[in-house]
């Protein structure tokens, strides 16, 4: 089998072995390679020794960052390649990162260390593929499978167990069936993981083609990192708008939106207050208030996992007016331009018809309906630069300055005041029309 390496690459391993170093390069960067990808990254593995990698390379920028462990990454031509001397791993005490590292001169004992033998895969332009675990059958036969034995892969790095899910979710992959048992019987080593690197597996996770069927396949993986997702299992809603229980309708609403970390991350958490707020009156289930409380669970549960400000402000946002009314209306739409922004507003009809989408579909028209016209709208509004913000108006606090309105708290009173009549067609975004009116108000 002939791989074309990147050319710095080809440059990297001939300039080791120049050295009488052998080199490949490894993991993951072969693995895209035989998936017919382009690889983002490329990883080189060495039997030079860190200091020796860099006297190959001196004169080159080289950065020691990782050199603990065995990597020096070199810079070329504006990237960035990672080159790490062939080691095994010394004891894990923490499911995380071994104790020590010991550098070895065999390409087989490091590929052995490795988590799936889809990543335990080397190539060299004379040698060809090594591939002592099978890792390019596991890949043309869809599959994701640990290197030796599951449990100890799981014991010595519980991130594993969030990274297969995150394969399986990116590739389209199965998870083999004793692999599978392995991350099941270890999950709950999850909790030895730091939050950061949660956070990050599941961004990947939530983001694949893949992440539905992961996420209800091994729902007691994601129960482990979010508890609060146990309560929508099996949770019936006996509504006329729902015929699943609350989980699946989660997960068939992530399938409705785009590949976008905030929008799988808002339906993956949209109904989350409804456990909270059930009530059963007159033969029928309701949820009063779960769109507000649901926001703040939200809230706690991206802030234990250290999301960031904007993630976390976004997907509350979103979660808080999911099922609010949006109607189809120019002057109703410029409000909700002028409350969240066109960008959050677009976000929120994509969540709401995903939502939708994942109810009965005895009534999906309708609803679907008045979302395409809301969309159109906006379309219009935005096309026409009709005014829904401070900014569009045709005045502005100088304006108001030199007709005599000179209180800093008169003024933005004023240009609101005016903003709003313009929202609500009572008024035309006209200068003079705008000046005579705030003359009006004082």
């Keep these: 089998m002939h791989i074309t390496l990147a050319h710095n690459v080809q440059y990297i391993i001939k300039t080791l072995e120049e050295n009488d170093f052998e080199a490949y390069a490894v993991g993951g960067c072969i693995r895209d390679t035989l998936l017919g990808k382009t690889p983002q990254d490329w990883d080189i593995c060495?039997?030079?020794?860190?200091?020796q990698t860099a006297a190959c390379f001196k004169g080159k920028r080289i950065f020691e960052t990782g050199i603990k462990h065995g990597t020096i990454s070199l810079l070329l031509g504006g990237k960035t390649y990672e080159i790490t001397t062939f080691r095994t791993?010394?004891?894990y005490t923490d499911n995380r990162r071994p104790e020590s590292v010991t550098f070895v001169s065999a390409l087989s004992d490091d590929l052995a260390r490795r988590d799936f033998t889809i990543n335990a895969i080397a190539y060299h332009p004379d040698r060809?593929?090594?591939?002592?675990?099978?890792g390019a059958a596991d890949i043309e036969n869809k599959l994701i499978r640990c290197v030796g034995d599951a449990e100890n892969r799981f014991d010595e790095d519980a991130l594993r167990i969030m990274r297969a899910l995150r394969f399986s979710s990116a590739l389209g992959f199965t998870i083999e069936p004793r692999t599978a048992d392995a991350l099941l019987n270890k999950r709950r080593l999850l909790h030895n993981i730091s939050a950061e690197r949660i956070r990050e597996e599941l961004n990947r996770l939530v983001a694949g083609d893949n992440a539905a069927q992961v996420m209800l396949k091994y729902s007691s993986v994601i129960t482990t990192?979010?508890?609060?997702?146990?309560n929508?299992?099996?949770?019936?809603?006996?509504?006329?708008y729902h015929d699943l229980d609350i989980w699946n309708h989660t997960i068939k609403s992530m399938t409705h939106v785009p590949a976008d970390k905030v929008l799988r991350l808002t339906m993956l958490l949209h109904d989350i207050g409804k456990p909270p707020c059930y009530t059963y009156k007159n033969g029928k289930s309701h949820f009063h208030g779960?769109?507000?409380?649901?926001?703040?669970?939200?809230?706690h549960i991206l802030r234990r996992l250290k999301y960031d400000n904007n993630t976390v402000h976004t997907v509350t946002l979103l979660i808080t007016y999911h099922d609010a009314d949006i109607p189809a209306r120019a002057k109703a739409i410029r409000r909700w331009l002028n409350k969240i922004g066109e960008h959050r507003l677009r976000q929120?009809?994509?969540?709401?018809?995903?939502?939708?989408?994942?109810?009965?579909?005895?009534?999906?028209?309708?609803?679907?309906?008045?979302?395409?016209?809301a969309s159109k709208i906006i379309?219009?509004?935005?096309?026409?630069?009709q005014c829904y913000r401070l900014s569009d108006l045709a005045i502005n606090g100088r304006d108001l300055i030199a007709i005599g309105i000179t209180n800093g708290s008169e003024i933005g009173q004023t240009l609101n005041t005016l903003l709003h009549m313009v929202l609500d067609g009572e008024i035309e975004n006209e200068r003079l029309a705008l000046l005579d009116k705030s003359q009006d108000l004082h």
Excluded at 225 to 230: A, L, N, R, V
Excluded at 290 to 299: F, L, P
Aim: charged residues 25%.
């Design 128 to 134: 060809g593929l090594i591939d002592p675990f099978g």
């Design 46 to 51: 060495t039997q030079a020794l860190p200091e």
């Design 232 to 240: 929508l299992i099996g949770f019936e809603q006996n509504t006329p």
């Design 225 to 230: 990192i979010i508890p609060e997702i146990s």
């Design 89 to 91: 791993d010394g004891n």
């Design 379 to 385: 379309d219009e509004i935005i096309e026409q630069k």
């Design 290 to 299: 779960h769109q507000k409380i649901g926001a703040e669970m939200a809230r």
């Design 348 to 373: 929120l009809l994509a969540i709401k018809r995903a939502d939708i989408f994942a109810q009965s579909s005895a009534l999906l028209s309708p609803r679907l309906e008045a979302l395409n016209a």
